[in-house]
């Protein structure tokens, strides 16, 4: 069974930066998908960007230049880069791992942004 980690939410103003990481445990076929989900009460979670294994990367248009999502194998992690943070990105953040045996949530971090 695959679990995930998340860290790195935390409170920040306006046009700040932070970067969540979300590490892997137990086996993950070679083929697989991670990324990020955002959730704020009262709205569905929605997807923010995600990265195959083969590297390629899908992005929420409201984050589009501004997030980078990013992987390195070697740690079994994978990192969420935000800048020029706006207060409508505040939410729970939450890691998904996809692979060929099924998915995996973590228990979600909260970044909160002020303006």
């Known amino acids: 069974q695959v679990q995930l980690v998340e860290s790195g939410g935390g409170l920040v103003q306006a046009g700040g930066s932070l970067r969540l990481s979300c590490t892997t445990s137990?086996?993950?076929?070679?083929?697989?998908?991670m990324g990020w989900y955002r959730r704020t009460p009262g709205k569905q979670r929605e997807l923010v960007a995600t990265?195959?294994?083969?590297?390629?990367?899908n992005y929420a248009d409201s984050v589009k230049g501004r997030f980078t999502i990013s992987r390195d194998n070697a740690k079994n992690t994978v990192y969420l880069q935000m800048n020029s943070l706006k207060p409508e990105d505040t939410a729970a953040y939450y890691c998904?791992?996809?692979?060929?045996?099924?998915?995996?949530w973590g228990q979600g971090t909260q970044v909160t942004v002020s303006s």
């Open positions: 998904n791992c996809r692979d060929l045996r099924g998915e995996s």
């Open positions: 137990g086996t993950i076929t070679r083929v697989n998908v």
């Open positions: 990265i195959h294994s083969s590297g390629s990367t």
